[in-house]
């Protein structure tokens, strides 16, 4: 009966539901901008690799190195974008 219990996603739940606690306390708390930025990039990050692993299982599979391959791709195009645009419409650039 161990092994039907899914104990690595019931962990990647409750993981997922504390750090959204964490967000949640970021913003009722008083932080700073820079701290306050600084957690909820932290924890977004966290939270978004463990939905990647656990509940969308990446590396279950045999071409798991080419779906890392296309997250990561996925992340620079974004990174770029942004910084494109901040270039543009916010400095002037």
Do not use: C, R
């Not at 019931?10 to 820079?34: E, K, M, R």
């Not at 939905?51 to 071409?63: I, K, R």
């Amino acid at each position: 009966m161990k092994e039907l219990f899914p104990a690595k996603q019931v962990g990647g739940y409750i993981f997922s539901l504390v750090l959204t606690l964490v967000a949640l306390l970021v913003y009722l708390l008083d932080f700073t901008f820079p701290v306050a930025m600084t957690i909820l990039l932290v924890t977004a990050f966290v939270q978004a690799s463990v939905q990647l692993v656990l509940f969308m299982h990446a590396g279950e599979t045999e071409d798991g190195k080419a779906i890392y391959t296309n997250v990561l791709y996925g992340i620079i195009i974004a990174v770029v974008t942004i910084i494109g645009s901040l270039l543009i419409f916010v400095w002037d650039m």
